[in-house]
């Protein structure tokens, strides 16, 4: 069973694959796998998923594995994607990886942890699932991500999820070059969060990264109503009429990311 795994590169398993690959009976499986976790050659992730422990590694019996490609596995539907700050950093846009995995979905999902490593869940309506793309996270296995607009509207969204607001602006400036205004701006108006357009076109305008015409759509979807720059932050700060928006971080303080 364990070479089987092997040769097929999954060493991400369920007690379903165990049954299939030795013939067993359900009962008969998990003492077999019982077995794989006390010898230290398999490693139990949560109640029916398992990964086998690497042979270099010995009799390690906790072995996570590729985080990202757990996350797969524990959120248990395709339809899903890598998010936030988890995004942020496969897509190289943070200065020092979080501990924290961020995977967003349709399905409810309650958070844990999984030797040491937390695993969140966020969860989003179906019409949502927009502006995803696969990313390889080892040799033989893959997994789907936020693409970089999308990847920083989620932050404006939801920036406790990313470090703040500066984190998220941080980000953005870090992958630039490589980021779509148009792209970005017509996922805004998708999503439909006014928060969202109201952050977006603030920071648009002080990076400089839109055109006129582009601002402009996305002040045409303005309500009257104030959102904070950063809701982290106490509700401090002046109020920005242009962007319905209470600027609670300094302009200077975001202008200076430019420079740094």
């Known amino acids: 069973m364990v070479a089987t795994l092997h040769e097929s590169a999954k060493p991400l398993f369920a007690l379903a694959d165990v049954e299939s690959i030795t013939g067993l009976r359900p009962t008969s499986a998990r003492n077999l796998v019982a077995g794989l976790v006390h010898r230290g050659i398999a490693t139990r992730l949560k109640s029916g998923l398992f990964i086998l422990v690497p042979s270099e590694l010995g009799r390690d019996r906790e072995y996570l594995g590729n985080p990202y490609v757990v996350a797969r596995a524990l959120v248990g539907t395709p339809d899903y994607y890598l998010s936030h700050a988890s995004a942020m950093d496969l897509h190289q846009m943070v200065t020092q990886p979080r501990l924290t995995i961020f ?16 695993f969140r869940f966020v969860r989003c309506k179906p019409q949502d699932m927009f502006g995803v793309v696969t990313h390889r996270a080892t040799k033989s296995e893959q ?67 839109s055109t006129p ?28 009429g242009r962007w319905r928006l209470r600027v609670n971080v300094g302009l200077d303080e975001m202008r200076a990311l430019v420079s740094n």
């Open 213 to 240: 015409a582009g601002l402009q759509r996305l002040r045409a979807e303005l309500t009257p109503s104030y959102a904070l720059l950063d809701p982290l932050l106490p509700a401090e700060g002046p109020y920005d």
């Open 143 to 209: 997994v789907r991500v936020s693409d970089l607009e999308r990847t920083v509207l989620d932050g404006l969204n939801q920036p406790e999820h990313c470090g703040g607001i500066t984190e998220v602006a941080k980000g953005y400036l870090m992958r630039r070059d490589a980021i779509d205004p148009a792209k970005i701006i017509e996922y805004a108006l998708r999503l439909g969060v006014g928060a969202v357009t109201r952050r977006l076109g603030y920071l648009l305008e002080i990076f400089e990264a």
């Open 103 to 118: 995977v967003t979905s349709p399905k409810a999902v309650r958070p844990r942890a999984v030797l040491g490593t937390e």
